[in-house]
Nanobody, 130 residues
């Protein structure tokens, strides 16, 4: 079974940067979409970004949510089985628990953040505050 472990969260000043990592293990399929979601206290879970991970193609499809476009980016290191979320120009409203999720049946395209994922990490807290 696929296991996901997030890391890289912590406190940061407004305007600062963090890079979150999602380390995956136990792949059983040739293709996955790995996505980042976040949830702030009292708010609904929000999709942040997704990327495709494939043993078949080296090309990756990515999507960045409009709410973080221009500030966040997503990438992958296939050799390390890790997906990264680079977060720059952080704002207090970015404060949330960030989760990574993966599913072989989800496509990184319109609707990626509105379908169920079978595999979730435990989350990592990001706190943006002065």
């Amino acid at each position: 079974q696929l296991q996901l472990v997030e890391s890289g969260g912590g406190p940061v000043l407004p305007g600062g940067s963090l890079r979150l990592a999602c380390a995956a293990s136990g792949f059983t399929e040739d293709f996955y979409t790995i996505s980042w979601f976040r949830q702030a206290p009292g708010k609904e879970r929000e999709g942040v970004s997704c990327i495709t991970v494939s043993n078949i193609s080296s090309q990756a499809t990515t999507v960045i949510a409009d709410s973080v476009k221009g500030r966040f980016s997503i990438s992958r290191n296939n050799a390390k089985n890790t997906v990264y979320l680079q977060m720059d120009s952080l704002k207090p409203e970015d404060t949330a628990v960030y989760f990574c999720a993966a599913d072989p049946l989800v496509l990184c395209q319109e609707g990626w953040n509105q379908v169920p994922y079978n595999n979730w990490g435990q989350g990592t807290q990001v706190t943006v505050s002065s």
